[in-house]
T-cell receptor
């Protein structure tokens, strides 16, 4: 079955540590996204990528980094520069970003807690 | 700026009909989407409206009025499994077609 796999599902981090969240899709989608979700809030865009080896900052990119070396993979690194990283992180993809009519497919999410 | 407003919580009875409203402010509006998210889960796509009017998909319908910058999601014959959060999201040229999300409406269904 096609879909998006995020790992790990739960992650604990000490302050000052970098952590990398994995996102892999087998949907042959071109565009991939990382969102952050905090309790009682909507999704906020961290980074997105429309094509391999290219990515753009979203609204809250500070303290995060990404890479897109393969079409299937879009890992997110939460760096020590991110002051409040405890959140639910969602990876998503869509076939093409050519209009606003794109339907996003989401992974199951990664819940990061900073101790 | 761009913003969306939707109620934080709505309560309804099993078998009833409920409407979740969404108003938005955006430049270069393109379309309004609705997603469902169960607690701890991933959002899943429900519907998309680019033109005025009602779109029906089974028990769920979505409405858009571009002139009023307003839309709603209508859920009929409510079932307990419909208990979830519902998010409206707008795509616009002002956001380079990226989705701008509302804060979500938690739907509580009572037996």
């Amino acid at each position: 079955d096609g879909g998006i796999t995020q790992s790990p599902k739960y992650l604990f981090r000490k302050e000052g540590q970098n952590v990398t969240l994995s996102c892999e899709q087998n949907l042959n989608h071109d565009a991939m996204y990382w969102y952050r979700q905090d309790p009682g809030q909507g999704l906020r865009l961290i980074y997105y990528s429309q094509i391999v080896n290219d990515f753009q900052k979203g609204d809250i990119a500070e303290g995060y980094s990404v890479s897109r070396e393969k079409k299937e993979s879009f890992p997110l690194t939460v760096t020590s520069a991110q002051k409040n990283p405890t959140a639910f992180y969602l990876c998503a993809s869509t076939r093409h970003l050519i209009s606003g009519a794109n339907v996003l497919t989401f992974g199951a999410g990664s819940r990061l807690t900073v101790l | 700026g761009q913003s969306l407003e939707q109620p934080s919580e709505v309560t309804a009875v099993e078998g009833a009909i409920v409407q979740i409203n969404c108003t938005y402010q955006t430049s270069g509006f393109y379309g309004l989407s609705w997603y469902q998210q169960h607690d701890g889960g991933a959002p899943t796509f429900l519907s998309y409206n680019a033109l005025d009017g009602l779109e029906e998909t089974g028990r769920f319908s979505s409405f858009l009025s571009r002139s009023d910058s307003y839309g709603y999601l209508l859920l009929q014959e409510l079932q307990m499994k419909d208990s979830a959060s519902y998010f409206c999201a707008v795509s616009s040229t002002g956001s380079n077609y990226q989705l701008i999300w509302g804060a979500g409406t938690k739907l509580i269904i009572k037996p």
